[in-house]
């Protein structure tokens, strides 16, 4: 009872030390999220040119932060005529590229790591561009295709099918304003929250236990850290496998990256390990059923090497520039809650959680979370305004009839 109470007293001091980066990343997401709309990007993803990858790149980092529903929403684009790569590349953007992500990183283990994210997930998808070059054949393509227009159901299909952006004529502020505004962005929140919750939870969890349970002399053994050279060469290999086990995915796997970090993974090897989110064994699975054994086995190779590659050249470059953290110093160790800026901080934004719960529940929000594990067709054919009072639509009715077309 002891081991177990000092992992959670770790679990729930992390927890506490997060919490509200957590509110403002989602927060910002939510913001950016609902005046931007899906079938605005579906249009803009019809080819795999470097501009292409690198519009499916922002507007990926800018849409969700859940492993589960970036993979299910790019099924969904390339159901709906969008090229497969910039389709794979919005899929990474919209889970390594992301804000909140950036906030934990900086918070947890310090800014260079929130440096390396943008640094090296571009990278990745150009790495993965390339790759797909080499081993992704249209007949291989035309098979993943077939596949996925038979409508498998998987982890939030139903939420990655919503598209939950303004309708709203005018500018941005004038839209962000809006009562259809503040819905929109309390309804994104919300249901971002509930797709991520489950693998936060894991995360912490999974890293109080294991800053708590397993002795420093293991990872300094596992990771090579005797040896600079070697653990240079090593950490990228280790990393992604370390994340495809541990089965922690977006955000969830940030605090377990800090314990990775202080047991002796090089930096490099910590940049790979967060990318690999998205070769987790379930996410594998749901890759299969979305495009076939092959086209799985072609991701699990390329996304492997891509996330290798790019812990590489991550580490190449921070070392050479000097910009890797001297100590390795991450907030994972300390145990108990005091009364300093983080609590206020931490007040401050449960209190703008609790606004955009409130407005979430009033507005329809607990019809809407009951369709999150649905298919994107069902998804498509339920009109959200029949809940809400307010335009939250389905790529499929992004445009209402008789309707002015509007500005993304």
């Not at 605005?40 to 969700?64: C, E, Q």
């Not at 709906?80 to 990183?105: C, H, Q, R, Y």
């Not at 420093?216 to 053994?221: L, M, N, P, V």
Request: glycine letters at 10%; aromatic letters at 10%; a neutral charge.
């Amino acid at each position: 009872m002891g081991a177990i109470g000092h992992a959670l007293a770790l679990a729930g001091s992390m927890t506490w030390e997060i919490l509200w980066a957590l509110v403002l990343g989602f927060a910002l997401s939510a913001l950016v999220q609902a005046v931007v709309r899906k079938s605005t990007i579906v249009r803009l993803l019809g080819d795999d040119r470097p501009r292409t990858l690198a519009a499916a790149s922002v507007l990926g980092a800018a849409s969700s932060s859940c492993s589960y529903a970036a993979v299910a929403l790019a099924r969904s684009l390339f159901r709906k005529g969008a090229n497969f790569t910039p389709a794979m590349a919005f899929e990474i953007g919209s889970t390594n590229l992301v804000i909140e992500m950036g906030v934990i990183l900086a918070l947890l283990l310090g800014w260079q790591f929130t440096v390396a994210e943008f640094v090296g997930g571009p990278i990745m998808i150009v790495l993965v561009a390339v790759l797909f070059r080499f081993f992704v054949r249209k007949q291989l393509i035309d098979k993943a295709r077939v596949q996925a227009d038979k409508g498998v159901a998987g982890s939030m299909e139903g939420h990655a099918a919503m598209d939950m952006s303004v309708a709203a004529e005018g500018s941005f502020w004038a839209r962000l304003g809006s009562a259809e505004g503040f819905t929109a962005v309390a309804h994104v929140f919300v249901m971002e929250w509930a797709a991520i919750l489950r693998d936060v939870v894991i995360g912490l969890l999974l890293a109080g236990a294991i800053g708590a349970w397993v002795p420093d002399s293991w990872w300094r053994a596992l990771f090579f850290t005797d040896h600079p050279l070697a653990s240079a060469l090593w950490g990228p290999i280790v990393g992604p496998i370390v994340a495809i086990l541990s089965f922690v995915c977006s955000i969830g796997n940030v605090p377990l990256a800090a314990v990775l970090w202080t047991g002796g993974i090089s930096f490099g090897g910590v940049v790979a390990f967060i990318f690999a989110d998205l070769l987790i064994l379930p996410i594998l699975n749901i890759y299969r059923k979305y495009y076939g054994p092959r086209m799985t086995l072609v991701l699990l190779g390329t996304f492997y090497a891509a996330m290798v590659g790019a812990g590489y050249l991550v580490e190449l470059f921070f070392g050479v520039t000097g910009l890797i953290p001297a100590q390795r110093s991450a907030m994972v160790m300390a145990e108990g809650i005091t009364w300093n800026y983080t609590t206020w901080l931490n007040i401050a934004f449960l209190i703008l959680a609790a606004v955009l719960i409130v407005r979430f529940v009033r507005t329809g929000g607990i019809a809407m979370l009951a369709m999150m594990g649905g298919s994107p067709d069902g998804a498509a054919e339920h009109d959200h305004s029949s809940h809400t009072g307010h335009p939250h639509r389905t790529d499929e009715k992004s445009v209402p009839p008789k309707r002015a077309p509007h500005r993304p």
